[in-house]
């Protein structure tokens, strides 16, 4: 027989793919459907038999149930023959009752996905079935007499013995009655090929063109179904618009088909830090860079000419300008100031309507960016929690990649071939963690691997707290210098003098470019098995390094520089020198990543090339490039307060820095030797970014804010003590000027002098960060439990079925035994 009615129990599919109980009943008349073409196909009196003793097994009684054999062995032309003889033989001779019957039914078949005849048969009774549900019954009275249904229609069966394209044909008419939500999903649960199901699709639409253009439909229900179909056209148009807008979409997409997961998670990074500036951007330049902009400041002193040194050192030109703290005015704008007597008020100083308080704006701006932004980054984390931390075994998500993932919507030449490249590398990451997950060691290639480890980790860290001291001694004999220098010399201080300014930023560059790179040679040395643990130890050296550099940095700015405030003579305006120094650090981080990116990777490729002739080209290095940006977003972060305009500065810098990694990327780098995929990157990333970055700057911010004294010179909270003095104070102005603002002094006593608000919103992150991770682990579990319970039931109905059919072979045994023995006599 060219079909074999064969059921495959040991297939790890079968068990996943059981039907419910309810399509139990559709399954067995599928079985009977199958038996009747079999035998108009072949003509063989067995299966006619099995047929009839299928349809009628109770009749026959429980042993009368015919089983076709499913396994066919290959051999000889001689053996053949004989083989043909037991198959029919095994018709006769071997039975299943109807209890094993029963549950076979409840099973998938193989045969079930080849036979289209059965397909369209049993999706015609579904469709008929859906259609009843879903229509509204009509009047009699709409039927013409003829039309109207006969009492002896009732109970009388589709024959199933009709041609393919008969019932084709009627599956057509019912699909055609159904909705088109329910149609598409009927067409979707069909186990047929695409071009099968192309093939209904096109015939179901052209009849119904046709139907449509047969009724008379009236002009204005003619123009109303246009204009709805043009509408939903147009709709669906700009869909596609907006999504071809997405940023990035096609250059992600290349790195992801030929570099892999890894890389990819890299940019993806970097264009969320982008959206972060440019919200950060979008909020302190609406309430604080246009309003004073519009109503500038008084400034007596003259500002100096444009050098071009400005824009490596922030000094200078930019002195006093928008982008430092000390630019902005400490009064109501626009400028009435109280200690000017000696000018008339303006006509505007009258209007209370127009009037902006700059502190309370400036306080409440920074106060308000650091708390969205602190929300997004919870929200990002906890969402990024429950994308990555689930079953990702690499069994089944390499059969979803070979079967599922491609799209074949994808037409275009170039999609198609992106779309390859995508998916080859994403196999190639399975592959390698399985094979990575197959590979086993001794205990004494366990202890050699720990020593070595041992001894990587303890050059790491020597090397960075050698680099961390040298820093800060440093920056303490750079600050004595700069004080020495300022109060002998009162004017300007020169060229020279500017230029020096940028030896702690140099500095503290050239040691986040040098160490990565004995980081990445120990790694080597290391010989890590696995290529994702390679790059989380990569990850967890450089974030020593970059956490350990901030943290003296920060102490040099806020008590160094800080407390030296008192001496004016060299110390002006301590906020801004230090948003001077952070615009100088961010600055030279940039200038330092392209220099390691031209000789880092171009000038090595060019010299792989051209001089050894050979293709190894350096590997990206995810860790150091990913912290490498966490560092830059924790001193815009930190620059909040001391320079408005940083997160602008940082938005350039990041833009260019993709497209200049970009491009590298693709001209001199290649793809990791063994694939691997990094399934939790993102989580990681985000996780560093909120709480190392995020949290440490924010702690500086308070700590700046609540703590050390203001500039008694400039900045919008000159004359005060401390910043949230000078918010305390204006809002005591504001409540006695309007008494209706009196729960405006009430929210900032409780909820900004008091920390323990601060605590308590910290707290509830901290909470709704670890329930989520709770639920997703909880969820985790919950899906390993079900696995286990679907490999459970299966290998259940193998034993029942072995059991039933144990008991069966006893009970026919002596039977058959007798009929030997009459056949003898």
């Not at 909040?640 to 990041?654: D, G, N, R, Y």
């Not at 006593?749 to 605590?759: A, D, G, R, S, W």
Request: glycine share 6%.
């Amino acid at each position: 027989m060219a079909h074999n009615v064969n059921f495959d129990l040991s297939h790890p599919g079968v068990e996943a793919g059981l039907e419910s109980p309810a399509d139990e009943e559709v399954v067995h008349d599928s079985f009977s459907q199958l038996i009747e073409e079999e035998s108009q196909r072949e003509g063989l009196p067995d299966a006619i038999e099995l047929q009839h003793q299928q349809r009628n097994p109770e009749d026959e009684g429980p042993d009368n149930v015919a089983y076709e054999d499913r396994g066919r062995r290959m051999g000889s032309d001689d053996t053949g023959e004989e083989e043909g003889e037991r198959q029919t033989d095994s018709l006769l001779k071997d039975r299943w009752s109807s209890a094993t019957l029963k549950i076979l039914s409840s099973m998938p078949s193989r045969t079930i996905g080849r036979s289209q005849g059965a397909i369209l048969s049993q999706y015609f009774n579904r469709t008929t079935g859906l259609r009843k549900r879903t229509q509204k019954r009509a009047s009699i009275k709409d039927f013409s007499r003829s039309a109207r249904p006969s009492i002896r229609g009732y109970g009388v069966e589709v024959d199933t013995t009709d041609s393919a394209e008969k019932k084709q044909e009627r599956l057509v008419k019912n699909l055609q009655d159904l909705s088109a939500v329910d149609r598409v999903r009927m067409l979707k649960e069909m186990p047929l090929n695409l071009s099968e199901k192309k093939s209904l699709r096109r015939l179901t639409l052209k009849m119904t063109k046709q139907t449509r253009s047969s009724r008379n439909l009236r002009c204005c229900s003619y123009l109303k179904f246009h204009i709805i179909l043009a509408l939903r056209h147009s709709w669906y148009s700009c869909l596609s618009f907006l999504h071809s807008l997405h940023l990035w979409q096609m250059p992600l997409k290349r790195v992801s088909g030929r570099f892999g997961s890894g890389v990819l998670s890299y940019f993806l990074f970097l264009k969320t830090l982008l959206f972060f500036n440019v919200f950060l951007f979008l909020v302190l330049g609406s309430f604080l860079v246009v309003p004073q902009a519009v109503y500038p400041p008084e400034r007596l002193e003259n500002r100096t000419s444009f050098t071009g040194l400005e824009l490596l050192t922030g000094g200078g030109y930019f002195s006093n300008t928008l982008l430092y703290y000390g630019y902005y005015s400490n009064h109501t704008l626009p400028s009435c100031s109280k200690n000017n007597t000696s000018s008339p008020p303006r006509p505007e100083c009258d209007s209370k309507s127009l009037s902006y308080n700059m502190p309370l704006a400036y306080f409440f701006t920074i106060g308000l960016s650091f708390f969205i932004t602190c929300i997004i980054l919870v929200y990002s984390m906890s969402k990024s929690f429950g994308q990555s931390f689930r079953i990702d075994k690499s069994n089944g998500m390499l059969a979803m990649k070979v079967f599922c993932s491609w799209d074949f919507k994808v037409i275009k030449k170039s999609s198609v071939k992106l779309l390859s490249e995508n998916i080859c590398t994403q196999l190639k990451e399975l592959l390698g963690e399985a094979h990575h997950s197959r590979t086993r060691s001794t205990t004494l290639d366990k202890l050699i691997k720990l020593m070595i480890h041992g001894l990587g980790w303890t050059l790491c860290i020597g090397a960075t707290a050698g680099c961390v001291v040298g820093i800060y001694y440093f920056s303490d004999y750079m600050h004595k210098e700069q004080q020495e220098s300022w109060q002998h010399d009162s004017g300007d201080p020169g060229l020279l003098k500017e230029a020096s300014l940028l030896a702690l930023p140099v500095l503290v560059s050239f040691i986040n470019l040098m160490l990565p790179i004995l980081f990445q040679f120990t790694a080597w040395m290391e010989k890590y098995d696995s290529p994702s643990l390679r790059t989380f130890v990569s990850l967890s050296r450089n974030l020593i390094l970059k956490v350990s550099v901030l943290g003296v940095l920060c102490f040099h700015w806020l008590k160094r520089v800080a407390g030296s405030s008192s001496d004016n003579k060299t110390f002006k305006c301590w906020e801004s020198f230090v948003g001077q120094d952070l615009y100088r650090f961010l600055t030279i981080d940039f200038i330092f990543t392209l220099l390691a990116t031209l000789f880092g990777e171009l000038l090595w490729r060019l010299f792989s090339d051209k001089v050894l002739k050979r293709n190894r080209r350096p590997e990206f290095d995810i860790a150091k490039n990913v912290l490498d940006l966490i560092y830059g977003q924790t001193l815009a972060w930190l620059g909040l307060l001391f320079t408005p305009l940083l997160p602008a500065v940082q938005i350039l810098k990041l833009l260019l820095l993709f497209y200049i990694k970009m491009s590298s990327v693709m001209m001199n780098c290649q793809p990791p030797s063994r694939p691997y995929r990094v399934s939790q990157m993102t989580t990681i990333f985000i996780t560093l970014l909120c709480f190392p970055s995020f949290l440490g700057a924010s702690v500086c911010v308070t700590y700046t804010m609540w703590r050390l004294p203001s500039s008694e010179s400039c900045g919008p909270f000159r004359g005060n003590k401390t910043m949230i003095q000078a918010g305390k104070q204006r809002i005591v102005e504001l409540v006695k000027e309007n008494p209706n603002l009196y729960f405006l002094a009430q929210a900032h006593t409780y909820l900004v002098e008091n920390p323990f608000f601060l605590f308590v919103g910290a707290a509830i992150f901290l909470i709704v960060i670890y329930f989520q991770s709770q639920v997703v682990d909880g969820q985790r579990k919950i899906i390993a439990l079900l696995q286990e319970q679907i490999e459970n039931e299966g290998e259940d109905k193998k034993f029942l079925i072995t059991r039933l059919q144990s008991i069966h072979e006893r009970k026919r045994t002596p039977a058959r035994n007798l009929t030997i023995q009459d056949s003898a006599c």
